[in-house]
């Protein structure tokens, strides 16, 4: 669903933001791929540096995926009216109903203030943690971006890994006492998963965009895809 022209400036510096952050990222893979200082060592040596800033790039893309949908969310929110707004809690408390004793604390705001502190105060505490959520979450506000399997099935891979490094230290099983060490194919998964990152931004723009400005975006979405899928035959190739 193609956004109007008033809409579309919020919303797409939300996505350059995020796409800056996921070239952070990867700049983060490139530079771990190239180090060469032998002198740095916590609880282990280079390669645990190395491996390290790879997990943590994974960590920061992940995040610039969820902190994007979520401040789509927040923008698209404002415009809604009916049961999307009817499950949301009011600000400061956890009920979708509220009485007049809820209200006290709210004294002073406007209708429109506590809305817009309500949306935000739910999107602060939502997360998204595979692209099953994701998708459905931008369904129900009605954007459908068009985005290839290998897009989706990349982002699910790299949110799933993000999981296993954020909760467990990227140990592989409960039990486990190492870290293993990453293999270059994990880091070139990795580098895979940035650029899947930004192919999916380069597809919501486009969805994001008005008629009018579609084919300002076609030629970057596509070529995001195009080199995303480059990048995993030459993958596959080495297999």
């Not at 996921?22 to 700049?27: E, K, L, P, Q, T």
């Not at 009011?90 to 109903?97: E, L, P, R, W």
């Not at 099935?153 to 140990?171: A, C, N, T």
Request: proline letters at 4%; one cysteine or more.
């Amino acid at each position: 669903m193609p956004t109007d022209l008033t809409e579309f400036p919020k919303l797409r510096k939300v996505v350059e933001r995020s796409d800056l952050i996921v070239r952070r990222a990867f700049d983060l893979m490139l530079f771990a791929n190239s180090a060469t200082t032998d002198d740095l060592t916590i609880a282990g040596n280079k390669q645990t540096i190395t491996d390290d800033v790879m997990r943590a790039a994974v960590v920061l893309s992940h995040a610039a995926i969820d902190d994007m949908i979520r401040s789509i969310g927040r923008i698209k929110y404002l415009q809604q009216r009916g049961p999307l707004l009817a499950s949301l809690p009011i600000a400061g408390g956890d009920k979708t109903t509220v009485n007049l004793a809820g209200l006290v604390s709210h004294a002073g705001k406007t209708v429109t203030e506590l809305v817009e502190e309500s949306i935000s105060c739910y999107f602060d505490r939502r997360s998204f943690n595979s692209c099953t959520e994701v998708m459905g979450f931008l369904e129900s506000i009605g954007v459908r971006p068009s985005v290839p399997a290998l897009v989706l099935q990349s982002l699910d891979e790299l949110m799933k890994r993000r999981h296993r490094i954020v909760h467990q230290g990227d140990v592989e099983s409960a039990d486990g006492l190492y870290v293993p060490a990453l293999a270059d194919a994990d880091m070139e998964r990795f580098m895979l998963w940035a650029r899947a990152a930004r192919a999916f931004m380069g597809c919501l723009l486009l969805e994001l965009a008005p008629s009018n400005k579609r084919g300002e975006f076609a030629p970057a979405a596509d070529s995001l895809v195009a080199d995303l899928q480059r990048f995993a035959a030459e993958l596959n190739n080495r297999i």
